[in-house]
């Protein structure tokens, strides 16, 4: 009797603890979904530092929580803290492993991080874990392209297709991965496919017209960029292609009028202000092209073509400080970029300096044989140099690759 008791004691004993450990676990774990709640509606009110907080808090609460791990994770990679992101995340597979969803994720912030090798054993390893889910793997066609693997992409687009032929979006992703693997003949087939499927879609007849300019058949992409933007006169980038065709066209006004349009809407947009400048110097607006390359390189400080083309609209307005300050800018950003080496040369025989001059063009001259701009300017600058053999020699070698105006300076410098 004396054992039975001892016995029964110790059995109520233990179940008390275990119901007590369980309780205790229990609320942990809601009072770490509590505080992810109110992290997440800190988020939604911009209030990254406060939700940023909340989610810590409630890993804290529940350290085997890994929502909790996800939530902070994905926050901070939305931060660009995302060696710290990668580092909750592993947190988070090493309490759920077999979580496709996680390795999915992972994937995303890896390819953030120029980590392919790492995204791409993710994502097959996510696909593995759930191979016939159809979202995961479109989400890994996302992933595919979003690291340019365009064949990759492609094939599992081919597969997705195969199984649901009649979703517009994968025609579309599809086509945009012809695309950029230079197939537009293709990605016009999947373009019109999606167009079939999906008439009202702006962005079908957008991507239709670029289809279109890739293979030169101007008149038709305006027609397709026509219906893109009376579908939705919201859709910047459809102006802006419309735009380009119109310039391809010979039509200024229309391509400076959609130029313009497409800048109303999406104000933050460096290529766009950078195709207006284009087209605002080809109408002799040079201040206005200035003003537009001015605003590119605002937004996209190492926009290098902007910075370039800078260079010799400034020229032209007679600001030679600052273009002989935008071609050196970009030289040290890309010192082996002939194109940059031939617009400071021209800058130094400006300004008379000809043996620097002449130094830039051979710098471009040696990064690029068939250069014919640098061998027509070395031609020019050794005849300011009163080094005629050397001039002619240099501008018969740029008329042979093809530069008319080296021809002309043939004719008139070396009696041809």
């Known amino acids: 009797m004396k054992h039975n008791l001892i016995f029964q004691i110790l059995l109520t004993t233990l179940l008390a603890c275990s119901t007590f450990s369980g309780s205790a676990q229990l609320n942990n774990r809601l009072?770490?979904?509590?505080?992810?709640?109110?992290?997440?509606?800190?988020?939604?009110?911009?209030?990254?530092?406060?939700?940023?907080?909340?989610?810590?808090?409630?890993?804290?609460?529940?350290?085997?929580?890994?929502?909790?791990?996800?939530?902070?994770?994905?926050l901070l990679s939305r931060l660009g803290q995302n060696t710290q992101a990668i580092a909750d995340m592993d947190r988070a597979l090493e309490l759920n492993p077999y979580?496709?969803?996680?390795?999915?994720?992972?994937?995303?912030?890896?390819?953030?991080?120029n980590d392919l090798k790492g995204a791409e054993s993710d994502l097959e390893r996510a696909v593995a874990l759930?191979?016939?889910?159809?979202?995961?793997?479109?989400?890994?066609?996302?992933?595919?392209?979003?690291?340019?693997?365009w064949d990759r992409a492609m094939s599992d687009l081919d597969s997705l297709i195969a199984h649901d032929p009649t979703d517009p979006l994968l025609h579309l992703k599809l086509g945009m991965a012809r695309l950029q693997e230079n197939d537009a003949a293709s990605a016009l087939l999947a373009f019109e496919r999606a167009g079939y499927l999906a008439p009202r879609l702006a962005l079908v007849h957008d991507l239709r017209g670029v289809a279109l300019m890739r293979q030169q058949r101007w008149s038709e992409a305006l027609i397709a960029l026509d219906s893109a933007v009376l579908l939705n006169p919201t859709f910047?980038?459809?102006?802006?292609?419309?735009?380009?065709?119109?310039?391809?066209?010979?039509?200024?006004?229309?391509?400076?009028?959609?130029?313009?349009?497409?800048?109303?809407?999406?104000?933050?947009?460096?290529?766009?202000?950078?195709?207006?400048?284009?087209?605002?110097?080809?109408?002799?607006?040079?201040?206005?092209?200035?003003?537009?390359?001015?605003?590119?390189?605002?937004?996209?400080?190492?926009?290098?073509?902007?910075?370039?083309?800078?260079?010799?609209?400034?020229?032209?307005l007679g600001d030679h400080a600052g273009a002989m300050a935008d071609a050196e800018a970009?030289?040290?950003?890309?010192p082996d970029d002939p194109d940059a080496?031939?617009?400071?040369?021209?800058?130094?025989?400006?300004?008379?300096?000809?043996?620097e001059a002449i130094e830039c063009f051979d710098r471009a001259i040696a990064l690029d044989a068939e250069k014919a701009t640098a061998w027509y300017n070395r031609g020019l600058a050794?005849?300011?140099?009163?080094?005629?053999?050397?001039?002619c020699?240099?501008?018969?070698q740029s008329a042979e690759l093809g530069l008319e105006r080296a021809t002309d300076a043939l004719i008139y410098f070396c009696a041809f």
């Open 31 to 74: 009072e770490a979904v509590q505080l992810v709640q109110q992290g997440d509606m800190q988020l939604r009110m911009g209030n990254s530092e406060q939700a940023l907080l909340h989610y810590t808090n409630a890993i804290q609460a529940d350290i085997a929580f890994a929502d909790g791990y996800m939530k902070r994770a994905a």
């Open 99 to 113: 979580s496709e969803y996680i390795f999915d994720r992972r994937a995303k912030v890896k390819i953030l991080m």
């Open 130 to 149: 759930k191979p016939y889910d159809d979202l995961l793997r479109e989400s890994r066609v996302d992933s595919w392209m979003e690291m340019g693997m």
């Open 236 to 316: 910047d980038l459809a102006w802006y292609n419309r735009g380009l065709v119109h310039e391809r066209l010979g039509h200024p006004k229309q391509a400076k009028a959609d130029m313009d349009t497409a800048l109303v809407i999406a104000q933050d947009k460096p290529h766009i202000f950078f195709q207006r400048a284009l087209v605002r110097k080809r109408n002799g607006d040079l201040t206005g092209s200035r003003a537009d390359y001015d605003r590119a390189l605002e937004l996209a400080p190492d926009y290098l073509e902007a910075q370039y083309n800078r260079a010799f609209v400034r020229k032209q």
């Open 330 to 334: 970009t030289l040290r950003k890309v």
């Open 341 to 355: 080496w031939v617009i400071t040369g021209n800058l130094h025989m400006l300004y008379g300096e000809l043996t």
């Open 382 to 391: 050794f005849h300011m140099q009163y080094q005629p053999l050397r001039g």
């Open 393 to 396: 020699e240099d501008l018969r």
